[in-house]
């Protein structure tokens, strides 16, 4: 099983560009998240899911918009990056009662 | 809004114990969990506590007291190999479901020889 995959692994934007980060599970699991981690810092809960076609704003989703159409997939939108998007961003996946399992993140910076 | 504190940093040495502790403010509790991330790695899952008292895993233990909005995290026996991040997270519902994950700004743990 390949788990969480998060592509691309690292991106450089310029500001005002958009981008779309990619999330895709294997493991049939309902919920899916997305943080941001800033350097030193916690992970910041931006949009989860509870299913398709589903989700739901966190803590800091202004900037960022998600879609989830299938159980595999919750991309993460961002529609005119700024140098404030610079951050880790991890896509974690989990059934109800169980663990969260996390991809390897997608390093962001925007200049 | 969400509030889970911890201690920034720990330090300790090879083979002694370290207690992490975290207490919550939230809207809504259905359990607390436990995250380790090396520099540079994704979070990994350690230990989750849905009731009140001790969940033991090998040389990680970790406690919870809903009355109180506290938990802890303990480790023993400590290895160079600990040395990372730990986050306590916190499941919160939201209508029927157990949604929203958040998690606190993490403690730094550093063990030396």
């Known amino acids: 099983n390949a788990g969480v995959t998060q592509t691309p692994k690292f991106r450089i934007l310029k500001i005002g560009q958009s981008m779309t980060l990619q999330c895709t599970q294997d493991?049939?699991?309902?919920?899916m998240y997305w943080y941001r981690q800033d350097p030193g810092m916690g992970l910041k809960l931006i949009y989860y899911?509870?299913?398709?076609?589903?989700?739901d704003k966190g803590e800091v989703p202004n900037g960022y918009n998600v879609s989830r159409s299938t159980t595999e997939d919750f991309p993460l939108r961002l529609e005119l990056a700024a140098p404030s998007q610079t951050s880790v961003y991890f896509c974690?996946?989990?059934?109800?009662?169980?663990?969260?399992?996390f991809g390897q993140g997608t390093r962001l910076t925007v200049v | 809004g969400q509030s889970l504190e911890q201690p920034s940093e720990v330090t300790a040495v090879e083979g002694a114990i370290v207690q992490i502790n975290c207490t919550y403010q939230?809207?809504?509790?259905?359990?607390l969990s436990w995250y380790q991330q090396h520099d540079g790695g994704a979070p990994t899952f350690l230990s989750y506590?849905?009731?009140?008292g001790l969940e033991e895993t090998g040389r990680f233990s970790s406690f919870l007291s809903r009355s109180d909005s506290y938990g802890y995290l303990l480790l023993q026996e400590l290895q160079m190999k600990d040395s990372a991040s730990y986050f306590c997270?916190?499941?919160?519902?939201?209508?029927?479901?157990?949604?929203?994950?958040?998690f606190g700004r993490g403690t730094q743990l550093t063990v030396w020889p």
């Open positions: 974690a996946s989990k059934k109800e009662n169980t663990e969260a399992f």
């Open positions: 506590n849905g009731l009140d």
């Open positions: 493991m049939n699991h309902n919920y």
């Open positions: 997270a916190v499941r919160v519902p939201r209508g029927s479901t157990l949604g929203r994950l958040y």
């Open positions: 939230t809207s809504g509790f259905y359990g």
């Open positions: 899911s509870v299913g398709a076609g589903i989700t």
